[in-house]
């Protein structure tokens, strides 16, 4: 199954750090511009972070200082490393791959839940 599927949501107190990661499966992951998006409880998806295939990254201004993405190809990974947490950070997580780039469809994990809350 060609998917990217993403893990390390929780529960985290204010000022607390997580890290995300996400896993691609079957794709040739360094034909990939990479990103992670959120959506909080009412709120429309959003970007936070991205990564092209050269490692050019971009930050959402909500996030830049705090957050950092970071990809292996070499393990079909991608990274957001999120520190000092916010309140309004909680959101779903999304990792995307985008293929455009090398002629390929994009692709969307089922998302990870991250709560900041004391």
């Known amino acids: 199954q060609v998917q990217v599927v993403e893990s390390g949501g929780g529960l985290v107190q204010p000022g607390g750090s997580l890290r995300l990661s996400c896993a691609g499966s079957?794709?040739?992951?360094?034909?990939?511009?990479m990103g992670w998006y959120r959506q909080a409880p009412g709120e429309q998806r959003e970007l936070v972070a991205t990564i092209t295939s050269g490692g050019t990254t971009n930050y959402a201004d909500s996030v830049k200082g705090r957050f950092t993405i970071s990809r292996d190809n070499a393990k079909k990974a991608v990274y957001l490393q999120m520190n000092t947490l916010k309140f309004e950070d909680t959101a779903v997580y999304y990792c995307?791959?985008?293929?455009?780039?090398?002629?390929?469809?994009?692709?969307w994990g089922q998302g990870t839940r991250v709560t900041v809350s004391s």
């Open positions: 995307n791959a985008d293929g455009r780039a090398t002629g390929r469809y994009s692709l």
């Open positions: 079957k794709i040739i992951f360094s034909a990939y511009d």
